[in-house]
């Protein structure tokens, strides 16, 4: 019976686990910069290279920076998604 209930529990904190996963997975599919910046182009990586630390920084180069114009269809919104992602202040 012990078994059975131990047996249980795992399979039920393996389900939730994989819920947890998929919802974090499906957020980070409809987060829209991410579907450009991958790979050597990603967030992080052009975070670092160009040595932004703040989030003014980040809207500063988005808005105004030499790909701005790529960027026209990018909203305060998808921004802010980016700055929080990135954990800057």
Do not use: W
Not at 12 to 27: E, M, P
Not at 29 to 39: A, I, P, Q, V
Not at 52 to 75: C, F, M, N, W
Not at 79 to 86: D, M, P, Q, S
């Amino acid at each position: 019976m012990v078994m059975r209930d131990l047996s249980l529990v795992i399979v039920g904190i393996i389900l939730l686990s994989a819920i947890a996963f998929q919802q974090k997975s499906s957020q980070a599919e409809t987060f829209k910069c991410l579907k450009c910046h991958k790979g050597k182009d990603s967030l992080e990586n052009l975070v670092s290279s160009k040595g932004i630390k703040t989030a003014d920084e980040l809207r500063r180069l988005v808005r105004q920076g030499p790909k701005a114009g790529l960027h026209l269809t990018s909203t305060d919104e998808d921004l802010e998604l980016a700055i929080k992602y990135l954990n800057l202040k």
